[in-house]
């Protein structure tokens, strides 16, 4: 079956990184474009970084544009995130997701905590 395990979450103090990875595994991972939301409790998921199946052209929301990075390899089927420059509306719960016609798949997600 499919799953996507997220890791590399964790507790930072503002103006600090962290890399995020997802490891996908029950499918044909270079077939799926690959993104990266996040959700904090009571409200509605942000989508944060995407990437194409090809790897080729990102896309990022302005919240994070400059700060966070994400990427993806194929050939050990994951797709990371490095944020840097940390700040705490960075808070949340991020979860990866893979995308492919009209199938999606979510993983459980990583808390991400920026505070003092």
Not at 55 to 79: E, H, L, P, Q
Not at 104 to 116: A, D, I, L, M, N
């Amino acid at each position: 079956q499919v799953q996507l395990v997220e890791s590399g979450g964790g507790l930072v103090q503002p103006g600090g990184s962290l890399r995020l990875s997802c490891e996908a595994s029950g499918l044909v991972f270079s077939n799926y474009d690959m993104s990266w939301y996040r959700q904090v409790s009571g409200k509605e998921r942000e989508l944060v970084a995407a990437i194409p199946s090809t790897g080729g052209s990102t896309k990022y929301a302005d919240s994070v544009k400059g700060r966070f990075i994400i990427s993806r390899d194929n050939a050990k089927n994951t797709v990371y995130l490095q944020m840097n420059s940390l700040r705490p509306e960075d808070t949340a719960v991020y979860h990866c997701y893979a995308k492919y016609v009209a199938f999606e798949f979510r993983g459980k997600g990583t808390q991400v905590t920026v505070s003092e």
